[in-house]
């Protein structure tokens, strides 16, 4: 999910060096969505992981 993140700022940066504003700020925009999503993600997997506790084996 974070090389989506990366690809849409590397979008964002080649459109802003080329002039096209309005592809690099939808890029940025998508770019941000999805890093917010996956540290959501991140955060509620961390949690459960923790409520859970590790079993013995």
Same mark, same amino acid.
């Given at each position: 999910?974070?090389?989506?993140? =990366?690809?849409?700022?590397?979008? /964002? *940066? $080649?459109?802003? $060096? *080329?002039? &096209?504003?309005?592809?690099?700020?939808?890029?940025?925009?998508?770019? !941000?969505?999805? &890093?917010?999503?996956?540290?959501? *993600?991140? *955060? $509620?997997? /961390? =949690?459960?992981?923790? =409520?859970?506790?590790?079993? !013995?084996?």
């Amino acid at each position: 999910m974070l090389s989506w993140v =990366v690809t849409f700022l590397v979008i /964002a *940066l $080649i459109a802003g $060096i *080329l002039g &096209f504003g309005g592809i690099a700020g939808v890029s940025i925009d998508i770019a !941000k969505t999805i &890093f917010f999503i996956a540290v959501v *993600l991140f *955060l $509620i997997s /961390a =949690v459960v992981g923790l =409520v859970r506790g590790r079993t !013995k084996v």
